[in-house]
């Protein structure tokens, strides 16, 4: 019984779709590689076909499309050579022309049912595509056409053969559309050529030729055209196929032209630098996609198209909580790693953060082609690996930031950080961190001077000597784009806040609820009053002193409210509940349990990491109504409110600073989500002084801490100078500090001993302690004496070891080197608990781990496992699931029960499926967990190949040679 024809709709250049018959399917065409797919000008094809074990070369292409068949190509080449080689005495390019010539005809219409393969590599915009076609009046003769029609009717490995048989032509002739091509495409120019290869002689084709004679081509002395044809062809089936769609290879190709042109205009323009801020108009796109954010606001504009953001200068802006400040950090960022082609580092203030933009900008990593790194808890490698071809963004924190830049000055890769970018840069001003912020800043403004520096917050006061230290212009406005109203509760009364007035506030309305006396007796305060004004409609955030008292809030809100409120949401309340019973292991917070039901819960330290996440992921989404939480909630994730209730004007013990009430009031209205916002304080009569000095009094000044933070600052700062060869020299030394905040602010804060005293000061007391070697005198003939450092002191600052505790440390590891208990984890993790971390114990694993001495190899072979065991704490077959950013251990169960098991199954997981399989995962997670899972292997890819290239590097030591 004969086999069914094949009718396949192929559509014209014209854009027309005509029907034509195939020839029934031969087994052996079933057999041919090259008969599984044939590409089309869409990237689409024939479905693939059951391969076999025939891998005849004489079958080989029995059934691709016009190469096989009576009327095939292969057939009127064979009749055609034949017919016009009778004569021996052909010229031999005559007679070449002369088969091509009346091949043509037949060619043409054939030529007609394909796109030209070519066409699919033009590395342009799909609407300039016309440009490469061919002009009617073009002076292209038939033997040029045919080239053309037979190199566009071959596959991607074909157009390979011919790559590597024209180079056996010392002489080889490009067409004039080839050509014209050639111009534009850079890859695949080497892939359009004439068909100069097929006869590696055809140099001499000008000289009549008898084919008798010795001079004869090769093609016919050896060969027909035909089996010369066929036999190009199975050598290039034999080859290696590309693999990535041709659609794709398009795609990629129109972006890298895009990005190409983005990057000429941004650096030849610092006026108009369309389509979209010197990006690829995709990248509007994608933020309308990911964000819904249709157009920037007008301040937003101004900003970036600042004189001096063009002229790449360092720049500080801020403006109100929730202005769109991060938005523009974003576009700037992808400036940097599209168009200038550097790497991007990003400061965060905490972990959480971190992860969070993480798995924000996954999604445009995955589409933009560049990588998005983690640097926060355990995870980050030093030095970062140097990646061959894609960019990366790494997203820190503040400390492990410090660590990256120190790696990137020790490997003297510095200069390939293109731009930084630091978000709440008022931290500065806080604490060792905000010594480590400024060390970091610093190293990065004295070693390279083209790393551009970006700092944001909402809250910034003595702005001049930031800009001193920073060398930056600055940028302000007081946009907001939601209404933020200010009112203060004393008693019953509301007061609205006015700095004009002498109290700060002015009389604005009674609150409008009845209370029993139990009521009043069981919340003075009137919480309930002020939370059932918007709850459960609107959502509400209560920021309160100390963690005990979140949880007495939420429980007492809950006694009273009304039994209506269970019903809101009910079902996805019960859910939740049941998630947090499994993250439990089987028990949930009693406190919890009771409040849940009502869409009111608690937010602080107090709970882990997956408990924290689901509040956070139900607060959002609506579930949950009502947060009463710590003041680590306003600097940290974004969860914003219609209403912010602050309990008191205290943080634990401490009167609220200023930029701590700019920050949490922030968090009401936000764009968006709410069309209003409004923040309620409430104060006991006898601190209605505290107010005054919350609404009148200016933010406050940002001041260095690297003298308050000794061994954590300026100690610290000394060594690594030293240990990273930064400053070697007294004199390099006090060149450095002088361009740090410090150095700016000197006057204000040394006044007992100058700048270069506190110096010498701070590098005798390291060279006490065996962490520096040399010699400091005030002689001037011995500051340029050259200061080195100890092993001892190079692991300590490449550990971020504390100097007070470090020559401890060294003592305590030494003597357990003598006994060390292996029989369980508890001998090793006793030393490696970190000394200051004792009493609440958040350690950093990975300190131990970094180079230490050689001494102590044993702790880093035995470390490494433990170091996985304590990150995630889970069994080992979850631990791949929860590199994924966003994927947590209640998460990374789910996962693996329903089948994903691999990071592989995540980074191929189709969202929509994952949202039907997984219990309360929205479609936005879903979509974040499968890019983050795309960019993870990616990157892990990546490193796996620049091991590969590592390995085959040939070394220039080797003995022997010269």
């Known amino acids: ?104 005809s037949g060619i043409h219409q054939k030529k007609q049912d394909y796109f030209s393969a070519s066409e699919n590599m033009v590395v342009l915009k799909a609407d300039k595509e016309d440009a490469f076609q061919t002009n009617e009046n073009d002076p292209v003769d038939s033997n040029q056409e045919l080239t053309e029609s037979i190199l566009d009717d071959l596959p991607s490995s074909q157009l390979l053969y011919f790559e590597k048989m024209d180079k056996l032509s010392s002489d080889s002739r490009i067409s004039p559309v080839s050509e014209r091509r050639n111009k534009c495409v850079n890859s ?73 042109v983005a990057r000429k205009t941004i650096e030849s323009s610092s006026v108009d630098i369309g389509p979209f801020y010197g990006l690829p108009s995709k990248v509007k796109d994608l933020f309308r996609q990911f964000r819904g954010i ?88 030093f030095p970062p690996i140097k990646r061959r071809i894609k960019k990366s963004l790494y997203i820190a924190t503040i400390e492990k930031g410090h660590a990256l830049v120190n790696s990137l000055i020790e490997t003297e890769r510095i200069d390939d950080l293109g731009l930084v970018v630091v978000d709440e840069l008022h931290m500065l001003g806080e604490g060792s961190r905000g010594a480590t912020l400024e060390i970091t800043l610093a190293k ?36 907001r784009p939601v209404e933020l109203k200010e009112y203060v509760k004393i008693r019953d009364t509301i007061y609205a806040v006015d700095d004009k007035t002498e109290n700060g506030y002015t009389f604005s309305h009674l609150l409008n609820f009845k209370y029993s006396s139990n009521l009043e007796k069981a919340d ?42 269970r019903a809101h949401r009910e079902k996805e309340k019960q859910d939740l509940i049941k998630n947090l019973k499994n993250i439990g292991n089987g028990s949930v917070c009693p406190v919890l349990k009771q409040t849940i039901p009502f869409g009111v819960a608690y937010h602080h330290s107090g709970l882990t990491n997956d408990e924290r996440k689901s509040i956070e992921e139900a607060y959002s989404t609506g579930v949950l109504c009502l947060l009463a939480c710590t003041a680590t909630l306003a600097a940290g994730v974004n969860l914003p409110a219609r209403r912010v209730i602050l309990r008191a004007p205290y943080v634990a013990n401490d009167v609220l600073k200023k930029n701590q009430y700019k920050q949490m009031i922030g968090r009401a209205g936000r764009a968006g989500i709410d069309s209003a916002g409004e923040s309620i304080l409430i104060v006991q009569e006898k601190d209605k002084h505290l107010v005054q000095d919350l609404v009148n009094s200016p933010l406050e000044n940002c001041y260095s801490n690297l003298l308050l933070e000794l061994t954590k600052g300026m100690q610290s700062l000394l060594l690594s100078l030293v240990g990273l060869k930064i400053a070697v020299t007294c004199e390099e030394v006090d060149n450095f500090m002088c361009n ?106 990975m300190i131990y781990l970094r180079q230490e001495l050689e001494e102590f190899w044993v702790y880093k072979a035995l470390l490494t496992e433990l170091t996985k065991q304590l990150t995630y704490c889970v069994k080992t077959e979850l ?69 590969v290239e590592e390995l085959l590097k040939v070394p220039t030591n080797i003995p022997g040679t010269y």
């Not at 082609?341 to 990593?365: H, N």
């Not at 505790?805 to 003592?811: I, K, Q």
């Not at 029989?823 to 006793?830: C, D, K, M, R």
């Open 1 to 104: 019984m004969a086999e069914p024809s094949l009718t396949v709709r192929r559509k014209s250049r014209s854009g027309s779709v005509r029907k034509r018959s195939r020839a029934p399917v031969q087994p052996s065409a079933v057999c041919s590689p090259v008969a599984r797919k044939r590409p089309s000008s869409g990237g689409e094809g024939l479905p693939a076909e059951t391969p076999c074990s025939n891998d005849s070369e004489e079958d080989m292409f029995g059934d691709y499309d016009s190469f096989y068949g009576n009327d095939s190509l292969l057939a009127q080449v064979d009749d055609v050579e034949h017919k016009y080689l009778q004569d021996k005495n052909t010229d031999i390019k005559a007679a070449g022309e002369i088969i091509l010539g009346n091949l043509q």
């Open 879 to 947: 631990i791949p699931l929860m590199e994924v950013a966003g994927v947590l251990e209640a998460r990374a169960k789910q996962l693996y029960n329903a089948g994903y098991k691999t990071l592989a199954h995540l980074a191929n997981a189709n969202p929509e499926t994952l949202v039907k399989m997984i219990e309360h995962l929205s479609r936005r997670q879903a979509k974040q967990i499968v890019s983050s899972a795309k960019m993870l292997l990616s990157e892990k890819a990546e490193a796996l190949q620049e091991e």
């Open 188 to 260: 695949s120019s080497d892939k359009i050529r004439s068909l100069s290869p097929f006869c590696p002689d055809a140099e001499h084709g000008n000289r009549p030729t008898d084919f008798s004679s010795d001079s004869k081509c090769d093609l016919f002395k050896t060969e027909s055209l035909k089996d010369h044809l066929k036999s190009a062809m199975t050598g290039n089936a034999k080859a290696q196929t590309l693999q990535v769609s041709k659609t794709k290879q398009l795609k990629e190709a129109v972006l890298s032209e895009e990005i190409c």
């Open 524 to 565: 003075p305060d009137h919480i309930i009053a002020l939370v059932t004004e918007v709850i459960p409609k609107y959502s509400c955030l209560i920021f309160c002193p100390t963690k005990k008292n979140c949880e007495n809030v939420a429980s007492m809100v809950c006694k009273y409210l009304k039994k209506e409120f």
């Open 294 to 381: 249709e157009t920037l606001y007008e301040w937003q504009h101004d900003c970036l198209m600042l004189e001096s953001l063009q002229q790449r200068k360092n720049l500080i802006y801020s403006l109100p909580t929730s202005g769109g400040k991060t938005l523009v950090a974003e576009i700037i960022i992808l400036q940097e790693l599209l168009c200038r082609q550097k790497d991007v580092l990003m400061i965060l203030p905490y972990v959480a953060i971190v992860q969070e933009k993480v798995r924000g900008l996954s999604s445009f990593g995955i589409e933009l082609g560049f990588l998005v790194e983690e640097y926060a808890g355990s995870k980050g490698r």
């Open 740 to 845: 740090t905040l410090l150095g700016v602010q000197q006057q204000l804060l040394s006044k007992e001993k100058s700048l270069s005293e506190i110096i010498r000061d701070g590098l005798e007391n390291l060279i006490e302690k065996g962490l520096l070697k040399g010699r400091i005198s005030e002689k001037d003939q011995d500051s340029k004496c050259i200061l080195t450092i100890t092993l001892l002191g190079k692991a300590t600052y490449k550990g971020s070891i504390d100097l007070a505790y470090c020559n401890l440390l060294y003592r305590e590891l030494k003597k357990g080197l003598e006994g060390l208990i292996l029989e369980s984890n508890l001998h090793l993790l006793y030393l490696a608990t970190p000394y200051d971390m004792t009493s609440n114990c958040s350690p950093d694993w």
């Open 444 to 479: 990065i403004l004295y070693t390279s001077k083209n790393t551009q520096i970006i700092g944001m917050s909402a809250t910034l006061n003595n702005v001049g000597d930031l800009q001193k230290f920073l060398q930056a212009e600055y940028y302000t406005n007081n946009f």
